[in-house]
């Protein structure tokens, strides 16, 4: 299920590649996905253009020359800290998963996934959401259960509950879909995110999703 905008978001397309810029901006402007406001081909050029354009969201890929979007991401939060941000991955991205989730990316999706899961990602991530794309979050428990033997750190000051909604945040529904699908408020779904980064000491959402695929609270 799609998470549902009322209004379509204003997008910076950031990644080095041009016809995947403009491939990317051609589908969402058809599906009436987002407007794209501008593309910028590394950091540095992201920078330049947030000095006169104020985007809702930036779709930011990481691996770029000259600035990428590591740094791009932590320079734009500087300059605008309620900015949202998906990254474009590749598999090979892992080791940079930490350090942008730390740095307040809020959705990870496949340079390969197909427009219906950038329109959820998007959706999921206006709305105060995160977002994973399903085949890397796979990947990083398959590598969690590969790289170590390792005692996962404890979890049991986690009530049933919060782990019941930690699992639904892992399978990527927003909200308002983990309020209707447990019969509770989303309000109340709201309080136990809450408790869950207070109880983890995770920073953000996406970060609490590692730490449940770390402590193999989450299957997929």
């Known amino acids: 299920m799609n998470a549902t905008l009322t209004l379509k978001p204003n997008i910076i397309i950031v990644d080095d590649h041009l016809i995947f810029r403009q491939g990317l901006k051609s589908i969402m402007t058809l599906e009436n996905i987002a407007t794209v406001i501008g593309e910028a081909s590394n950091g540095i050029e992201l920078l330049k253009l947030l000095t006169h354009v104020k985007p809702d969201l930036i779709l930011m890929d990481i691996d770029m020359p000259h600035m990428n979007g590591l740094e791009a991401t932590e320079k734009a939060m500087e300059l605008m800290p309620d900015l949202k941000i998906i990254a474009f991955s590749m598999f090979s991205d892992e080791e940079y998963y930490y350090k942008m989730i730390d740095r307040g990316v809020k959705g990870f999706i496949l340079k390969t996934s197909g427009i219906n899961e950038l329109e959820t990602a998007i959706g999921n991530v206006m709305m105060g959401d995160s977002y994973f794309s399903n085949e890397l979050l796979r990947k990083i428990i398959n590598n969690f259960g590969h790289a170590s033997t ?12 919060e782990i019941e909604i930690l699992q639904q945040i892992c399978l990527g529904l927003s909200t308002e879909e983990i309020a209707e699908k447990l019969f509770i408020s989303p309000k109340t779904v709201k309080s136990h995110k809450s408790n869950l980064l207070e109880k983890t000491v995770c920073k953000n959402t996406p970060a609490l999703i590692l730490f449940a695929i770390k402590n193999k609270l989450v299957e997929l």
């Open 150 to 161: 390792a005692k996962p750190v404890a979890h049991e000051n986690l009530t049933e509950r």
